[in-house]
């Protein structure tokens, strides 16, 4: 009945919520580590670490192998490059007794891929911000003048080597820089980050908006709870459409005039998302009681009556 997280690195407050889960739902388990890293700052926090392979040389046999000699039958991935290599394989682990907190393939590839991301959401009606694959075809597609762009990598999440407020000879020569680059307009607004936490029958059970109050390299430093109806709703019904599964975020832009601009999605918990996970979604208690067997589909989210905010800092540790 043991719990993993995979890549723990220094993810001290992801470890500490899972540690919380794990002791209400499933008493006296122990709360194991994986990391490439010998040196990883979260070894310390959990109850076991296990210094694993990379992905490339982890074959899925000896991976179940370990979780079954370690009796480790719930699997929470947390890095974006794991996402797909659980996803592949969730059937089979589900198989072999071990559940992953993960959606299927093609949710993960469409969260992967921005251009596909934008395509799909767009056929759907969603407003999602305009990407294109080249340059060019944003004068010709779009009906109004754009000040200032965005480039990034196609594939993969978060805001590696993103360039933001370019103009078009900035764009160009930063795109020369990437492997992949995708073009967006830039929004100018309030960015707000949506946790959403869905069951294995892509049902979501509650979400959950917050003001990224401050960024920094691409998580939010400082972040606030706010009730946004409208935002939560839309984010839960395109993961439910998009068949997600467990605790996915949507990020957000609302600009100067109320119109929100859907960026992106990720099909994992975040860096921030313990904020969420105080105001009531209580993402992986309610996944460990329904790998343990529990009917969650009619779960209620009760929301904090009083708005939080989540202070992102360094503390030390006493050993």
């Not at 929470?76 to 959606?103: H, K, N």
């Not at 395109?238 to 068949?243: C, D, L, M, V």
């Amino acid at each position: 009945m043991n719990v993993m997280i995979m890549s723990i690195s220094q993810k001290v407050p992801m470890i500490k919520a899972v540690k919380n889960a794990l002791r209400r739902a499933r008493p006296g388990a122990k709360l194991y580590g994986a990391d490439t890293n010998a040196s990883c700052l979260g070894q310390y926090v959990v109850d076991v670490f296990w210094l694993c392979p990379s992905l490339q040389d982890l074959t899925m046999d000896s991976f179940i192998g370990y979780c079954h000699a370690q009796e480790i039958s719930v699997v929470f991935p947390s890095r974006d490059g794991e996402l797909l290599y659980f996803a592949e394989y969730r059937q089979q682990l589900e198989q072999a007794g071990i559940t992953v907190m993960i959606s299927d393939v093609d949710a993960v590839e469409l969260c992967l891929d921005k251009l596909r991301f934008y395509e799909q959401m767009a056929k759907q009606g969603y407003p999602v911000i305009p990407t294109f694959a080249e340059f060019e075809d944003m004068a010709t597609s779009l009906h109004y003048k754009v000040g200032q762009y965005v480039v990034k990598e196609r594939f993969g999440a978060g805001s590696v080597n993103v360039g933001i407020g370019l103009n078009p000879h900035e764009t160009k020569r930063h795109a020369r820089k990437m492997v992949n680059p995708v073009f967006q307009p830039l929004i100018h607004g309030v960015e707000y980050s949506v946790d959403v936490f869905l069951t294995s029958t892509s049902k979501a059970i509650g979400a959950l908006a917050r003001q990224r109050n401050w960024v920094m390299n691409g998580e939010s430093q400082i972040t606030t709870s706010v009730r946004y109806p409208e935002m939560e709703k839309l984010c839960q019904q395109i993961a439910e459409r998009f068949k997600f599964r467990g605790h996915v975020i949507f990020q957000i832009i609302v600009d100067e005039k109320k119109r929100q601009h859907l960026i992106e999605c990720n099909c994992r918990f975040g860096g921030a998302s313990t904020l969420a996970l105080a105001m009531g979604l209580d993402s992986f208690f309610w996944f460990l009681q329904e790998s343990g067997g529990a009917q969650i589909n009619d779960l209620a989210f009760y929301r904090a009556v009083h708005e939080k905010m989540l202070v992102r800092h360094a503390e030390d540790l006493i050993l």
